[in-house]
């Protein structure tokens, strides 16, 4: 807190305004104080004041320009010490190309991260089709393809019979039934209902006038018995002999099975 001296009543002017205020003196060298009744009874432009002007910005820039050129900074003529904690090494750090705030940014450019940029393309491309897509509405009345989870047809038809939700509805299917499915579930009439086709047979394009032929292959037991291949004996009676297959080489070479080699330091 600082105690004034005294305080001596004097006559101000500024901007066609004229007042008597006090004001403080305070003991020593210092400057007097002004009052809060100064700012009451004096009306000042404190837009104007506080403006920043371009001759201003100039002048300071041209005063300090070793400060505010576009380079690396350095001191000279100044020793710095430096106190470390006792078993504690200094680490110098190699000089950045790059402010610090930028190297992030910088690195992602130089080497970026593939997975990174993957899902910010799969997060936007889900919102483009968010964006564009139609939503399925149907009335009541509307003939309809519907999902059947049963063991039949993959779709059936019905009509729709009311609207139980924004994207719920009720098919009648005939036969007294009703069924609750989604909107995505149902599609309308004109979609293709997709029917596997029946499996063609080859007697459905044989033509029915073709003539019939009667098999005549001999039976078994009027067949003459097959001629051995043989060698003449001494007394003229043939003698069979069977003759062994050729032999045809091995697919895969024989293998040679030996003890595992254990290794015993």
């Known amino acids: 807190m600082i105690a004034p001296e005294g305080v001596v009543t004097v006559s101000v002017k500024m901007n066609k305004q004229r007042a008597k205020l006090p004001l403080y003196v305070i003991k020593g060298s210092s400057p007097p104080l002004f009052g809060r009744e100064w700012l009451r009874e004096i009306q000042i ?3 104007e004041i506080k403006t920043v002007r371009v001759e201003t910005i100039e002048r300071v820039l041209q005063r300090h ?6 380079e690396l900074g350095t001191l ?3 020793v710095a010490a430096i106190a470390l904690k006792p078993h504690h090494q200094p680490w110098f750090c190699q000089a950045r190309n790059v402010p610090y705030a930028l190297r992030p940014k910088v690195e992602d450019l130089l080497k970026p991260n593939v997975a990174s940029i993957v899902e910010k393309a799969q997060k936007a491309q889900c919102a483009r089709q968010r964006m564009h897509a139609k939503a ?3 009335q009541v009345g509307n003939k309809v393809l519907l999902r059947d989870y049963g063991r039949g047809e993959k779709w059936s038809s019905g009509v729709v019979s009311a609207e139980t939700g924004p994207v719920l509805y009720t098919v009648d299917v005939g036969s007294s039934m009703h069924w609750r499915r989604h909107a995505d579930q149902m599609l309308t009439r004109d979609a293709e209902l997709e029917v596997p086709r029946e499996r063609e047979t080859v007697s459905s394009h044989v033509p029915k006038d073709l003539p019939v032929f009667e098999n005549t292959v001999p039976e078994p037991s009027n067949l003459p018995p097959p001629d051995p291949v043989g060698v003449q004996s001494s007394h003229g009676t043939p003698e069979v002999t069977n003759t062994p297959p050729p032999e045809t080489g091995k697919r895969y070479p024989s293998r040679v099975g030996k003890e595992p080699f254990s290794f015993c330091p």
């Open 76 to 78: 000279k003529g100044i």
């Open 136 to 138: 399925r509405t149907f």
């Open 45 to 47: 432009d404190w837009r």
């Open 65 to 70: 320009n070793e400060v505010f050129k576009k």
